[in-house]
């Protein structure tokens, strides 16, 4: 009875009565701190809202948003995927050599989503059927992903010139870049798969309570498996635009991407325990953490302020969601 009085007490609640309610903030912390920065930054310099600016910012977050839905579906689960960013690397290198050996740009393609797609479900069937901690299990993909990439490559960048890359990562339509419109793609259809299917259904049930959901006929298992390999699939569809944009396949892993996608999540109300989540709130994080790297660059502040500014963030965004309910 009293949990039936409170919710639909809730349920009356006036926006006046919302807003005063920390709860509140912090489902929308990543909204609200974009607008602020956006406010800040351009009272601090015009060019921040100019059409050439948004067209960098959004092009650049385009692959840190990829990376955040995917997270978002390994944390929903209650868990997180340490290895996203050596997986991405893994799938550029992977693509860089198919493509030196004349395979073309669709082969080059395929093999990178599908070689880190193998690594994202490697980590889910650990998880799941080993029964160990995906902390654990993906700070040794973090690794292994690394090393092979660079086992692959020997080491060295393999230069990727190609028309139709060029043409990703330079074109679009106005002020969204292709890769921006893919990402907004990905970020549409991940939302239909959490909140308008059986599968999401499952897998928010699994994250919220293992044992309820297992009672109830889910395969936990599975579901498990799935997420990451979703993850490991995001993180080669990355690798590509990540090739694209930098016009090489690098082998060195690079760690922001990894934990900017985590903070992506966090700063968007994913909770960290599982049971629930959204898109549209990572996208928020995602474009709050370029804005604000964006932001301070052109106010010419050191680069070694940035990290501290983006943890800060972080910091302060996970301290709202203690508040969450």
């Known amino acids: 009875m009293t949990n039936t009085t409170t919710l639909r007490a ?19 912390a990543a909204l609200v701190g974009l607008i602020v920065l956006v406010i800040v930054f351009q009272a601090l310099n015009p060019t921040f809202l100019s059409p050439g600016n948004i067209a ?27 290895s996203i960013a050596s997986v991405m690397t893994l799938g550029a290198v992977v693509f860089g050599q198919a493509y030196a050996a004349g395979l073309g740009i ?19 069937i650990i998880v799941a059927w080993g029964k160990i901690a995906d902390f654990i299990v993906t700070l040794g993909m973090l690794s292994a992903a ?10 060295k960048p393999v230069t990727v010139i190609d028309p139709l890359l060029l043409r990703l990562s330079t074109s ?25 299917t059986r599968f999401g259904t499952h897998l ?9 959901a297992t009672a109830m006929g889910i395969s936990t298992a599975r579901i498990k498996i ?18 694209g944009r930098i016009g090489a396949a690098e082998p060195a892993a690079n760690t922001a991407f990894l934990l ?37 660059t052109l106010l010419g502040v050191s680069q070694f302020y940035q990290p501290l500014a983006v943890g800060i963030v972080v910091v302060l965004a996970a301290l709202l969601m203690r508040f969450q309910k």
């Open 10 to 28: 809730g349920e009356g609640q006036s926006w006046s009565h919302r807003l005063k309610d920390a709860g509140f903030w912090a489902e929308w």
């Open 146 to 155: 690394s090393g092979l990439a660079l086992i692959l490559s020997d080491g």
């Open 56 to 82: 960098s910012m959004l092009v650049a977050a385009a692959i840190l948003i990829i990376l955040a839905v995917g997270q978002t579906f390994v944390i929903a689960t209650a868990g997180i995927d340490l």
């Open 226 to 243: 799935a997420v990451y390999l979703i993850s490991g699939l995001l993180a080669g569809l990355g690798a590509i635009l990540l090739v």
């Open 260 to 296: 900017n996608s985590v903070a992506a999540v966090v700063l968007g109300g994913v909770s960290l325990f599982g049971g629930r989540g959204t898109i549209i709130g990572p996208i928020f994080g995602a474009l709050l953490l370029i804005a604000l790297v964006n932001g301070l």
């Open 204 to 212: 928010l049930a699994t994250g919220g309570s293992p044992e309820s």
């Open 106 to 124: 669709g082969m080059a393609s395929l093999l990178a989503v599908v070689a880190a797609a193998v690594a994202g479900a490697v980590n889910g």
């Open 172 to 196: 679009g339509i106005g002020i969204f870049g292709w890769s921006f419109v893919i990402a907004l793609v990905v970020a549409v259809v991940a939302h239909v798969a959490l909140f308008h």
